[in-house]
């Protein structure tokens, strides 16, 4: 017999057999990381963060430049959308959003819109409160310094600072005793403040104040209506009349002012010719005399030949006064302090003069129609007690 042995199988530990009829367990295959850039070009989650911020900085920037033509409040909102650029900008940065221009873009658009906002804000702000301060009719200059101070409105361009004041209007309006004359009284120094007329009520003399503006068509019914009453009542010692002359219907003369230079030129003729104011006045309130509608009116050199004729002669110094507009400045000067002041010598210390024509009674107005006579002449009797 041979001593050779069957061949065996060959054993090998580091492979462990699989047994038979087993499935074989899932092998492990190495995966490769995602490539960072294999999206390059399309952004991340949040991309909009750019385009908002680019679109809002572009918007606060527009808004802001705009505001700046103007020196508009409305230049705060261009600054606060930029504010809001700026930080979606931010926001978009940190994310590492692409594209970066349209952060940046939001960024640097918003920060200008923010430096735009508060630089042309404030001076906006700034602007509008300086000019209602110099526009308020109440203001305390005005009411301290009165027409003469020449800081009113309207004035005539190149004028002195101080107004020039005329004579016997000491109280701001023209006081008409016996026979119609005005009460004579020395012109106050430029910057001084009207001084409101004495009246003494115990002696049954009427006080009558008038507000009128010669282009006013209801001064002129009122005056028709009611200007023969007055007249009597006046040229007898019964009452007296202070009449003030008003110019607020400038606005209606087609750049022409007629109120002003009408009540200029009855200033004229109280300052040069008092004696003739009454007929002056009423000659400007006459239907044939008040400017039409819309029309622009008389021009000064027939201003002074229509009140020549109704006071017989005038002399050369009221036709100089009235030529060169000589109180226009005085007349819109009063007509701005008049409607900053209470009427003085009222029932009510609160009163102001609201329209024209504006009377008032012993201190007392008359909201009558301007065209009822019996109203007017019952109201009279009221006052007067009789």
């Known amino acids: 017999m041979s001593d050779a042995q069957p061949p065996t199988q060959q054993q090998h530990p580091e492979q462990p057999q699989q047994p038979i009829g087993q499935p074989s367990p899932p092998q492990w295959i190495p995966v490769p990381p995602p490539n960072p850039h294999a999206q390059s070009g399309t952004g991340r989650a949040g991309k909009g963060l750019g385009i908002a911020s680019m679109a809002l900085g572009l918007v606060a920037l527009l808004t802001a430049i705009i505001a700046t033509a103007y020196f508009a409040p409305a230049a705060f909102f261009g600054g606060f959308v930029g504010l809001v650029a700026v930080g979606l900008g931010i926001f978009a940065l940190v994310k590492k959003q692409r594209p970066a221009g349209t952060w940046i873009t939001g960024l640097v658009a918003g920060g200008i819109a923010m430096l735009l906002g508060l630089v042309v804000g404030t001076l906006g702000i700034g602007t509008l409160a300086l000019q209602a301060f110099s526009a308020s009719p109440g203001s305390a200059a005005e009411d301290q310094e009165g027409p003469g101070s020449g800081s009113e409105s309207g004035e005539a361009e190149g004028q002195s600072s101080l107004i020039e004041w005329p004579a016997n209007m000491a ?81 209606a003369s087609q750049g022409s002012y007629y109120s002003s230079r009408a009540s200029a030129a009855l200033t004229c003729v109280v300052d040069g010719q008092p004696e003739s104011a009454w007929a002056a006045h009423s000659t400007l309130l006459a239907p044939e005399v008040q400017p039409t509608e819309g029309g622009s009116g008389h021009t000064n050199e027939e201003l002074f030949q229509i009140l020549d004729r109704s006071s017989g002669g005038l002399n050369s110094s009221v036709e100089d006064c009235i030529a060169t507009e000589r109180f226009v400045p005085f007349a819109q000067a009063l007509n701005n302090w008049v409607f900053s002041s209470s009427v003085p010598n009222a029932a009510d210390p609160g009163l102001r003069v609201t329209a024209t024509p504006f009377v008032v009674v012993n201190g007392i107005p008359f909201d009558g129609n301007p065209n009822d006579a019996a109203a007017f002449t019952g109201f009279l009797s009221e006052i007067a007690g009789y």
């Open 171 to 251: 109280t701001g309006g023209i006081i008409f005793g016996e026979r119609l004359e005005p009460v004579a009284s020395a012109p106050l120094e430029p910057g001084e403040a009207p001084v409101a007329s004495e009246v003494d009520r115990s002696n049954g003399v009427l006080d009558i104040r008038v507000y009128v503006d010669y282009r006013c068509p209801y001064c002129g019914i009122f005056e028709q209506t009611n200007g023969p009453v007055l007249s009597e009542l006046v040229d007898s010692g019964a009452a007296t009349l202070e009449l003030v002359p008003l110019t607020f219907l400038d606005k």
